[in-house]
């Protein structure tokens, strides 16, 4: 009975103990240097990731799928292609401060050329936002009659894109085809034959 006495004693002090140490405590470790504009680099990542995979898959698809629509109702994949184009020359525009100049690339571009060549000028566009700062980015704008900052409308870049590629991908894999994002990555290391 003592030692219960004794050892739920010494667990009842254990709590007070821990705030009143008796040792001073060592200091917190120095956070790690900040990044310059970290918020612009944070968003490079999945910029760069997202650009690569519609300009590939723009490329990958035959010309003769552009054309193709899973359902009547939807875009063909042609139609994607440019409507990602017209939709990233706008956004960069509205991030940049500029006034969007109308593309209508879905409306005057039909060749596979065209639009991979169109797509890729958009992309380039887009890159000079991502060169921007933090401070730049942080300066307010109108989003479809919303307020927001210029970096709202970064975030939309690459949302827009990724919500795309998604609608790339599943008419890709309906043509039988192996979209970029599920390509085996070039670093990766091959496996072993027998």
Known sequence: MKTDVLLLSA?????????????????????????ANGAIVGLKFPWTHVKEMVVRAAEKMPEENYG??????????????????????????????????????????????????????????CDKVFAMTDAQLSAPTKLFGMDTTRFGVVGLIVGHDFEHYG??????????LVPPSSEPHPEAPKPATK
């Open 11 to 35: 667990l009842l002090a254990l709590p007070a103990a821990a705030q009143y140490p008796t040792a001073p405590a060592s200091p917190p470790a120095a956070p790690a240097a900040a990044v």
């Open 167 to 176: 609608n790339m991908v599943t008419y890709m894999r309906i043509k039988g």
């Open 68 to 125: 193709f629509k899973p359902s009547p109702d939807v875009r063909s994949f042609g139609q994607l292609v440019a409507h990602v184009a017209d939709a990233n020359f706008m956004f960069a525009a509205m991030a940049s401060g500029e006034k969007p100049a109308p593309r209508d690339i879905e409306k005057t571009k039909t060749s596979k050329a065209d639009l991979v060549a169109a797509l890729k000028e958009s992309v380039a566009a």
